[in-house]
Nanobody, 121 residues
Framework: QVHLVESGGGLVQAGGSLRLSCAASGRDFSINAMNWYRQAPGKQRELVAL???????NYADAVKGRFTISRDNAKNTMYLQMNSLKAEDTAVYYC???????????????WGQGTQVTVSS
């Protein structure tokens, strides 16, 4: 089993910055891709950014140039640096990871509990 815990959310004014963290814990696991999703009230959950184990990244058009995803494989931690925040970035942000628990070699999908980001205009 892999446990994901997000932190770093909060209330910020438009134009401000926040840095989210997602820490993975468990026994004998290996994480492949890691992703940040978000879900605004009344909307579907959407992919914000992804990062492969090797560091390849991709972003939703809405956040390109403003958000930066990164990870520290040694610490099993992923980050999302969010700059130039807008009111429309307000949402619950979720950490997601595809991880393999040894020795099964089966890759499962894991989710964090979410962290609220609120941007005031």
């Amino acid at each position: 089993q892999v446990h994901l815990v997000e932190s770093g959310g909060g209330l910020v004014q438009a134009g401000g910055s926040l840095r989210l963290s997602c820490a993975a814990s468990g026994r004998d696991f290996s994480i492949n891709a890691m992703n940040w999703y978000r879900q605004a009230p009344g909307k579907q959950r959407e992919l914000v950014a992804l990062i492969t184990r090797g560091g390849t990244t991709n972003y939703a058009d809405a956040v390109k140039g403003r958000f930066t995803i990164s990870r520290d494989n040694a610490k099993n931690t992923m980050y999302l640096q969010m700059n130039s925040l807008k009111a429309e970035d307000t949402a619950v942000y979720y950490c997601n990871a595809q991880a393999m628990v040894l020795p099964t070699f089966i890759v499962n999908d894991y989710w964090g509990q979410g962290t609220q980001v609120t941007v005031s205009s």
